[in-house]
């Protein structure tokens, strides 16, 4: 639980400091500007696990609630993890069946023949075959979001080792870490290869036909391997991952309040007089502050956030160019096919589907870095909803029970809708480049869909990063620091938590008036902020 200790390498310089290190109270309104720049322009500095009592502003001492660890979305990680061993075992004995030579076969009621080239040509009804392709691609997609959540959870625990987490949400093929082997650059680089491989094997796994049977699809032996190997590598890197996860990874919850909560249980600070300071303030010093009406844009919070949006931008220029050159290609003056080939003519089947999986695995770099940093931008949105549920009738909670991760997700339409546009997406490139069994090939019309998908992808993308939550509740974005100080009063996963004005603050008599207010959390409905009154 929460007061179990981290094994975190420190050294005894580290642990002595730590050991004698007394904590501040939410009282502290005279700390000067140089201890708060250290609280919050530099990271977070990994620190043993205390259950000690803490001191709120009004100078009850509390102890922090238990945080919760998501133990039910581990197992379900875990569950993946294994089901992701056996389906890219499956795909590697399936892959060498598919390349055994032998006599040709073929039965009256669905079964199969074999060129002795890696492919198999079965004989189904056009019903069954969807339903085949269904379930690989449901059985595919799940594997890939297991292995990349466990990914996902283990990288802000290793950036909070090495004292660089700021945000709860983070581009894990993007970020490196020096102490964790899972999260180095050479593995980043390693697991996005993997991810492009299984998006590229999964759509090419089966082929039209070129028998006479009109109801027969061809099992791509290459697709199949290279499936089994993208899912083999990307569960080793999760394994790696998990394997000792009970002493680096304190909670598996990617609620963002939840992680702050774990934050200051493992050694973070929150700093006083800073409730309505936010995240775009981070390095003001905490003095009285009047609420906005608008809260400033994730892009100006996060600096590197206009670097993503560049990246979408010049991905869609590029789809256009490609969209314009394949067009202008002489090879369509001459022919009425809106097909230009690119590889295949007179070329063994085997070389033929193995060109395929390269030629679209290096046109899908793109594709896959845009999509994966359109997801950071999603969780960033995610985060900043859930702070900013304190100030609605239900309120928040850093908790959301046993399958909190999953239900989050399932209930976001920022996340509901970059689901489909990633099926979506990766179906047209599917469309754009793609082999028929005897030769590799782009459509200009699959290329001139797949640029209005990407287009869609960067209006979304654009509007996540560019918006500007409404109301006077200061935004975070998942910045855990500012989260830490804007919540006072920490309560139990399930309950409830509310944000708005608690009445005015102690010690804040100016002229003999007092002027300053205070706004913080509790349990109850609290009113909203006024305005032209000045908080801290």
Same mark, same amino acid.
């Given at each position: 639980?929460?007061?179990?200790?981290?094994?975190?390498?420190l050294?005894?310089?580290q642990?002595?400091?730590?050991?004698?290190h007394?904590?501040?109270?939410?009282?502290?309104s005279?700390k000067?500007?140089?201890?708060?720049?250290?609280a919050?322009?530099?990271?977070?500095?990994?620190?043993?696990?205390t259950n000690?009592?803490?001191?709120?502003?009004?100078?009850?001492?509390v102890?922090?609630p238990? =945080?919760?660890? &998501?133990?039910?979305?581990?197992?379900?990680?875990?569950?993946?993890?294994?089901?992701?061993?056996l389906?890219?075992?499956?795909?590697?004995?399936l892959?060498?069946?598919?390349?055994r030579?032998?006599?040709?076969?073929?039965?009256?009621? &669905?079964s199969?023949?074999?060129?002795?080239?890696?492919?198999?040509?079965?004989?189904?009804?056009?019903v069954?075959q969807?339903?085949?392709?269904? %379930?690989?691609?449901?059985?595919?997609?799940?594997?890939?979001d /297991?292995?990349? =959540?466990i990914h996902? %959870?283990s990288?802000?625990?290793?950036?909070?080792?090495?004292?660089?987490l700021l =945000?709860?949400?983070?581009?894990?093929?993007?970020?490196?870490?020096?102490?964790?082997?899972?999260?180095r @650059?050479s593995?980043?680089l390693?697991?996005?290869f993997l991810? #492009?491989?299984c998006?590229?094997?999964s759509?090419q796994l089966?082929?039209s036909?070129?028998?006479?049977?009109?109801?027969?699809?061809?099992?791509?032996?290459i697709?199949?391997?290279a499936?089994?190997?993208?899912?083999l590598?990307?569960?080793?890197?999760?394994?790696?991952?998990i394997?000792?996860s009970r002493?680096l990874?304190p909670?598996?919850s990617s609620?963002?309040?939840?992680?702050?909560?774990?934050?200051?249980h493992?050694?973070m600070r929150?700093?006083? &007089?800073r409730?309505?300071?936010?995240v775009?303030?981070?390095?003001r010093p905490?003095?009285?502050?009047?609420p906005?009406?608008?809260?400033?844009?994730?892009?100006?919070?996060?600096?590197?956030?206009?670097?993503?949006?560049?990246?979408?931008?010049?991905?869609? &220029?590029l789809?256009?160019?490609?969209?314009?050159? #394949?067009?202008s290609?002489?090879?369509?003056r001459?022919?009425?096919?809106?097909?230009l080939p690119?590889?295949?003519?007179s070329?063994?089947?085997?070389?033929?589907?193995?060109?395929?999986?390269l030629?679209?695995?290096?046109?899908?770099?793109l594709l896959?870095?845009?999509?994966h940093?359109?997801?950071?931008?999603?969780?960033?949105?995610?985060?900043?909803?859930i @702070?900013?549920?304190?100030?609605?009738?239900k309120?928040?909670?850093?908790?959301?029970?046993?399958?909190?991760?999953?239900?989050?997700?399932? /209930?976001?339409?920022?996340?509901?809708?970059?689901?489909?546009?990633k099926s979506?997406? =990766?179906w047209?490139?599917?469309l754009?480049?793609?082999?028929?069994g005897?030769?590799?090939?782009?459509n @200009?019309?699959?290329?001139l869909?797949l640029?209005?998908?990407?287009g869609?992808?960067v209006?979304?993308g654009?509007?996540?990063?560019w918006?500007?939550?409404n109301?006077s509740?200061?935004a975070t974005?998942?910045?855990?620091?500012?989260?830490?100080?804007?919540?006072?009063? @920490?309560?139990?996963?399930?309950e409830?938590?509310?944000?708005g004005d608690?009445?005015?603050?102690?010690?804040?008599?100016i002229?003999?008036?007092?002027?300053?207010?205070h706004?913080?959390t509790?349990?109850?409905?609290?009113?909203?902020?006024?305005?032209?009154?000045?908080?801290q």
């Amino acid at each position: 639980m929460a007061d179990r200790r981290l094994t975190w390498p420190l050294t005894r310089c580290q642990q002595q400091m730590i050991l004698s290190h007394t904590p501040r109270t939410h009282t502290e309104s005279s700390k000067s500007c140089s201890e708060h720049a250290s609280a919050h322009s530099e990271p977070l500095v990994p620190m043993l696990s205390t259950n000690e009592p803490r001191t709120t502003r009004l100078g009850d001492v509390v102890t922090l609630p238990a =945080y919760d660890r &998501g133990l039910v979305t581990r197992n379900i990680c875990i569950g993946g993890l294994v089901l992701s061993w056996l389906v890219s075992i499956a795909c590697i004995i399936l892959a060498r069946w598919t390349f055994r030579s032998g006599q040709l076969f073929r039965t009256q009621n &669905g079964s199969y023949t074999h060129n002795g080239q890696g492919e198999r040509v079965f004989f189904l009804s056009t019903v069954r075959q969807e339903l085949v392709k269904l %379930a690989v691609n449901v059985c595919v997609s799940f594997c890939t979001d /297991c292995l990349g =959540y466990i990914h996902s %959870a283990s990288t802000p625990w290793a950036l909070w080792r090495e004292g660089r987490l700021l =945000y709860n949400s983070n581009a894990r093929l993007l970020v490196s870490t020096r102490s964790c082997s899972s999260s180095r @650059w050479s593995s980043n680089l390693v697991s996005a290869f993997l991810l #492009i491989v299984c998006y590229v094997s999964s759509g090419q796994l089966f082929l039209s036909s070129t028998s006479a049977e009109q109801k027969g699809f061809v099992l791509n032996g290459i697709a199949i391997s290279a499936l089994g190997i993208g899912i083999l590598g990307q569960a080793m890197v999760s394994t790696l991952c998990i394997w000792g996860s009970r002493q680096l990874i304190p909670t598996w919850s990617s609620n963002p309040l939840n992680t702050a909560l774990t934050c200051l249980h493992h050694g973070m600070r929150s700093v006083g &007089g800073r409730c309505m300071l936010s995240v775009h303030q981070r390095d003001r010093p905490p003095i009285p502050s009047k609420p906005f009406h608008h809260q400033a844009s994730a892009e100006r919070a996060i600096p590197s956030i206009r670097h993503i949006t560049r990246f979408l931008f010049a991905s869609f &220029g590029l789809i256009l160019v490609w969209t314009i050159a #394949i067009r202008s290609d002489p090879y369509f003056r001459k022919n009425p096919s809106t097909t230009l080939p690119l590889y295949g003519a007179s070329v063994p089947v085997l070389e033929l589907n193995l060109c395929s999986l390269l030629i679209t695995s290096s046109l899908q770099l793109l594709l896959t870095v845009s999509l994966h940093l359109t997801e950071l931008l999603v969780n960033l949105s995610r985060d900043e909803h859930i @702070w900013r549920l304190a100030t609605s009738k239900k309120g928040t909670q850093s908790s959301f029970g046993p399958l909190g991760s999953l239900k989050s997700a399932a /209930c976001s339409w920022q996340t509901i809708l970059l689901f489909t546009l990633k099926s979506l997406v =990766y179906w047209l490139f599917g469309l754009a480049v793609n082999s028929n069994g005897q030769i590799v090939y782009m459509n @200009w019309v699959g290329i001139l869909l797949l640029f209005a998908g990407v287009g869609v992808v960067v209006v979304f993308g654009s509007l996540l990063a560019w918006s500007q939550p409404n109301g006077s509740q200061p935004a975070t974005f998942g910045h855990l620091q500012t989260l830490a100080d804007l919540i006072d009063e @920490w309560h139990e996963g399930g309950e409830t938590i509310r944000w708005g004005d608690k009445g005015l603050a102690k010690n804040s008599t100016i002229g003999g008036h007092k002027m300053i207010r205070h706004a913080g959390t509790t349990r109850t409905c609290l009113q909203g902020v006024r305005m032209r009154v000045s908080y801290q």
